[in-house]
């Protein structure tokens, strides 16, 4: 259901913030239009710098800023998704390209040997709104995740 609280108001509703990040409060479908005020929607927009690996019409991609291994980039939509899970069918053809993506910037990187990770939710450990799928690799990568 569209949420028809003025932009200010919602980010009230929809913002705190979560290890220092922004993030929903209530990850919701209502708060899908708020994505785009993301840490990474600052980025997309040019509005923060960032340590880029690549880009291109549909995605931003760009090294973590606190790297859990040697190689960490994380591939962002430059559509404002909150999380995989507001994703739908429309989406197909961009989530796929997003894997893709990160196959390439793997490579581009001189991976063989990488996971990608998409977290969905505070307790799957998302903490930025904005879906991105991480690129993890140059080290030995244990199973199971925490
Ligand atoms: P997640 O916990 O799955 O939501 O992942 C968010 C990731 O964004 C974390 O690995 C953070 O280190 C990373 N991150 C947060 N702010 C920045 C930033 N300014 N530049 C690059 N990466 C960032």
New binding site residues.
Partial sequence: MPCREPLRQRASICNQTVHG?HAPAVPSSDCDSMAGDT?FGQ?LRGE?P?DEVYRDERCLA?????P?APV?V?VIPRKPLESLRAADSTDSELLGHLLLVAARVAKQEGLDDFRT?I?SGLEA????FHL?V?VIGGRPLAWPPG
Avoid: E, K, S
Avoid at 62 to 66: G, L
């Fill in positions: 990040f840490i980025m923060i960032c760009f090294r973590d800023i606190q859990q960490h994380l990770v977290n450990g998302q903490t930025v991105h991480h």
